[in-house]
């Protein structure tokens, strides 16, 4: 490892400006998080004062928790996101592993035709999807979400991951081919772990905006039993009256599931580029 | 019998023909090297015999039988490549076992051969450790380990020693005369090291653009070459080329002289102008310039010669080759 300069005063410099800009992203969800332990009052009082044992109050979650199947929604949304990022990782790899290794006739057009999604928002075309989705009889089904949004995520993974998998030394590949391993295995067990942290990139990208969804389910599966977590957290928000304290409390447990995606990810991140650095 | 036999391969990626009409054989137990300038086609021959890349037209045998349609690992060969391509999670003795397991052996018969091919190439010390923890020659020992335990008929090695330190290369490219010595198996070896071509081989292919331009043992070659391209390829520093011209006026042929057989003497042939000199200790060559023509003279043993000097190099009628003018050799 090359040692950089380690000037202290940049050092403290590139610390501070992290640092600083850590605060302000985290600033919203601290605040979030600290009102959704006060009365209603307190909130509107006080917005950025910590709850003290006049404003404290558990009124919040407790409304969340009473009020519908929040445990479902947030089971609902756990799955429709775990298993699309599965679904993505999986034919995104696949797809990108073979635009990148095999010859065929068609292959650039494919991988062009491929990476038009990316361009083109997949919303523009819902009203033909829930025309299909009708058809298949999987209106209000998680089956529709996780369908949707593997096809949302397709394009982007495929283009990151056809770009990483080529990077892969030919030698490798060739060298298990050799011993007599099979294309899936070569895939599997070669490859797969090689391009971790490209994956671990796609599924950070694609996390977020699945699990914030609201488009999707408030179209494809309304009904009680497959409502996600952003969608039942809207009952809190009314055209006239909003329950506050309810949407507070719903928000700061929608974090939670996230961040801890998001710490299992990351770790691969971060293995990935070291492990690079130090060829 | 013939280890390996290629009939008219050819190989084509798309409009471009990187290999034309090869015909080959190998002899059980030969140890041939493919050299060639860096493009000619050398690694995708060697990647048609292992059957990694399918031959545009042509046949392949490799034990008396036509593999044409058998997968790689089904022909009986190993191959070491250039970067080692180790298994990143597995280690070392996973590495060298991966195959056996593959191909169902029995643990006892794989754990044996581990262990002889371990022994053979001092890895018992690192026999648990993963490729990253070890140095670049001791992976690459661990590659030809790989290939060992799988006891192939033909081993193929695509520039085993080109990301080695010079003194590494040494000592690996004589572990590799050894390992020949001991195991007696036919070996396929690309280079373009001319060096590992002269001291390995017992039949050097040289090829140029997808071509075969001669096959023949090392001091054939250097001795006899058929061409102007394969005397200018072997031997270091290389022969020199000049117009006949200068020597007999009307000539039109090419001269060619290694640089050994030119030698100093007041009646020589060529007038020379010294631009460079390069003192080796044991040999002294000597660059100059004739007319606009370069040529490179070897002079054994230590002479002090100034740069700007005027000099007159004479060569033996014997030593002298002559090409026409497309580079073929006229006897
Ligand atoms: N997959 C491929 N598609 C198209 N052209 C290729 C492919 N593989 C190799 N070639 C071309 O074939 C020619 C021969 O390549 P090859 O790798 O066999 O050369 P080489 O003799 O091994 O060179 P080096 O000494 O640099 O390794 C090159 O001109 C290369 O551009
Ligand atoms: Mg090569």
Same mark, same amino acid.
């Given at each position: 490892m090359h040692k950089a300069r380690t000037n202290p005063f940049n050092t403290m410099g590139m610390h501070g400006a992290l640092i600083l800009y850590t605060l302000i992203a985290?600033?919203?969800?601290?605040?979030?998080?600290?009102?959704?332990?006060?009365?209603?009052?307190?909130?509107?009082?006080?917005?950025?004062?910590?709850?003290?044992?006049?404003?404290?109050?558990?009124?919040?979650?407790? !409304?969340?928790?009473?009020?519908?199947?929040?445990?479902?929604?947030?089971?609902?949304?756990?799955?429709? !996101?775990?298993?699309?990022?599965f679904f993505i990782l999986l034919f995104g790899a696949m797809a990108a592993y073979a635009l990148a290794e095999y010859r065929f006739k068609g292959n650039l057009l494919m991988g062009l035709y491929l990476a038009l999604g990316i361009m083109i928002p997949i919303r523009i075309g819902t009203?033909?999807?829930?025309?299909?989705?009708?058809?298949?009889?999987?209106?209000?089904?998680?089956?529709?979400?996780?369908?949707?949004?593997?096809?949302?995520?397709?394009?982007?993974?495929?283009?990151?991951?056809?770009?990483?998998?080529?990077?892969?030394?030919?030698?490798?590949?060739?060298a298990g081919r050799i011993d007599g391993l099979s294309e899936y295995t070569i895939f599997f067990r070669l490859v797969l772990p090689l391009v971790r942290p490209a994956m671990a990139t796609v599924a950070v990208f694609n996390m977020i905006p699945i699990w914030n969804d609201l488009w999707f389910p408030l179209i494809l599966a309304p009904a009680e039993k497959t409502k996600t977590l952003t969608l039942g957290s809207q009952v809190f928000i009314g055209q006239f009256v909003t329950d506050w304290n309810a949407v507070l409390s719903a928000l700061s447990m929608a974090i939670l599931p996230v961040l801890i995606l998001y710490v299992i990810f990351s770790r691969q991140l971060i293995r990935g580029i070291t492990s690079g650095a130090v060829k | 019998m013939t280890a390996l036999k290629l009939t008219n391969v050819n190989k084509s990626f798309g409009e471009v023909q990187v290999l034309q009409d090869i015909n080959l054989e190998v002899e059980e137990g030969e140890f041939v090297v493919f050299v060639g300038p860096s493009g000619c086609g050398k690694s995708t021959l060697l990647r048609v015999i292992a059957g990694l890349e399918d031959a545009t037209s042509g046949e392949v045998t490799i034990d008396?039988?036509?593999?044409?349609?058998?997968?790689?690992?089904?022909?009986?060969?190993?191959?070491?490549?250039?970067?080692?391509?180790? =298994?990143?999670?597995?280690?070392?003795?996973?590495?060298?076992?991966?195959?056996?397991?593959?191909?169902?052996?029995?643990?006892?018969?794989?754990?044996?051969?581990?262990?002889?091919?371990?022994?053979?190439?001092?890895?018992?010390?690192?026999?648990?450790? =993963?490729?990253?923890?070890?140095?670049?020659?001791?992976r690459q020992r661990v590659a030809i380990g790989r290939a060992i335990v799988r006891e192939p008929k033909l081993f193929l090695f695509d520039e085993p020693l080109s990301n080695l330190d010079a003194a590494l290369r040494m000592n690996t490219r004589i572990e590799i005369a050894n390992l020949h010595r001991q195991?007696?198996?036919?070996?396929? =070896?690309?280079?373009?090291?001319?060096?590992?071509?002269?001291?390995?081989?017992?039949?050097?292919?040289?090829?140029?653009?997808?071509?075969?331009?001669?096959?023949?043992?090392?001091?054939?070659?250097?001795?006899?070459?058929?061409?102007?391209?394969?005397?200018?390829?072997?031997?270091?520093?290389?022969?020199?080329?000049?117009?006949?011209?200068?020597?007999?006026?009307?000539?039109?042929?090419?001269?060619?002289?290694?640089?050994?057989?030119? =030698?100093?003497?007041?009646?020589?042939?060529?007038?020379?102008?010294?631009?460079?000199?390069?003192?080796?200790?044991?040999?002294?060559?000597?660059?100059?310039?004739?007319?606009?023509?370069?040529?490179?003279?070897?002079?054994?043993g230590q002479h002090f010669i100034e740069e700007g000097q005027n000099l007159r190099f004479g060569f033996k009628p014997e030593n002298a080759y002559h090409f026409d003018r497309d580079g073929l050799r006229l006897r």
């Open positions: 985290l600033f919203p969800v601290f605040v979030i998080l600290i009102n959704s332990f006060k009365a209603r009052k307190a909130i509107f009082r006080e917005p950025l004062a910590l709850p003290d044992s006049d404003s404290f109050s558990l009124i919040g979650y407790q !409304t969340v928790m009473r009020q519908g199947d929040f445990f479902l929604y947030f089971q609902n949304s756990m799955i429709v !996101t775990v298993a699309s990022l009203v033909a999807i829930l025309e299909m989705m009708v058809a298949t009889g999987l209106v209000n089904t998680l089956w529709a979400l996780i369908l949707v949004y593997t096809a949302q995520g397709l394009p982007l993974a495929v283009f990151i991951l056809s770009e990483f998998m080529r990077q892969v030394s030919d030698d490798l590949k060739n | 008396e039988q036509v593999v044409n349609q058998t997968p790689p690992s089904k022909r009986g060969i190993a191959m070491v490549f250039q970067t080692y391509a180790l =298994y990143p999670h597995l280690n070392v003795r996973g590495n060298m076992s991966l195959a056996l397991k593959q191909d169902k052996q029995p643990k006892a018969v794989i754990e044996e051969r581990v262990a002889t091919a371990s022994r053979m190439l001092n890895l018992e010390p690192y026999i648990d450790r =993963y490729p990253s923890e070890l140095s670049g020659g001791q195991l007696g198996t036919s070996m396929i =070896y690309v280079t373009h090291d001319q060096t590992e071509a002269m001291t390995l081989a017992d039949k050097i292919v040289v090829l140029r653009h997808g071509q075969v331009e001669q096959i023949g043992s090392p001091m054939e070659l250097y001795n006899n070459p058929t061409n102007q391209f394969v005397a200018g390829f072997l031997g270091s520093p290389s022969m020199n080329f000049f117009p006949a011209g200068l020597v007999h006026a009307g000539d039109d042929r090419t001269i060619g002289v290694r640089p050994e057989n030119l =030698y100093l003497t007041d009646d020589g042939v060529l007038d020379a102008e010294v631009s460079h000199v390069e003192q080796l200790g044991a040999d002294t060559n000597v660059v100059a310039q004739v007319d606009d023509h370069q040529i490179t003279v070897r002079l054994f």
